[in-house]
């Protein structure tokens, strides 16, 4: 069993930044994919953007240029660093682990784009 801990949600003005971090704990692979979602109300889930153990990352098209995803191996964490955020940026953000045929996901964390 995998364990993801995700933090760093918040409240925001338009134009301002905010860093997410997502933490895996438990049976640990070396090769794997991790990822981030998001889910806003009334709206599907969607690909923000994700990574794998060596590769470079990628994103969805509506965060390019301003989103990016980072990993650190030896922590076994991804961070996620948003910057420019808009008002349609607000959502729920859930953290995506995929290794041996198996998907973990964290608990969510909220982030909300408001004057």
């Known amino acids: 069993q995998v364990q993801l801990v995700e933090s760093g949600g918040g409240l925001v003005q338009p134009g301002g930044s905010l860093r997410l971090s997502c933490a895996a704990s438990?049976?640990?692979?070396?090769?794997?994919?991790m990822g981030w979602y998001r889910q806003a109300p009334g709206k599907q889930r969607e690909l923000v953007a994700f990574?794998?153990?060596?590769?470079?990352?990628k994103y969805s098209d509506f965060v390019k240029g301003r989103f990016t995803l980072s990993r650190d191996n030896a922590k076994n964490t991804v961070y996620l660093q948003m910057n420019s955020l808009k008002p349609e940026d607000t959502a729920v953000y859930y953290c995506?682990?995929?290794?041996?045929?198996?998907?973990?996901w964290g608990q969510g964390t909220q982030v909300t784009v408001s004057s």
């Open positions: 990574t794998t153990n060596s590769g470079s990352p």
């Open positions: 995506t682990r995929s290794q041996e045929g198996n998907d973990y």
């Open positions: 438990g049976r640990i692979f070396a090769i794997y994919v």
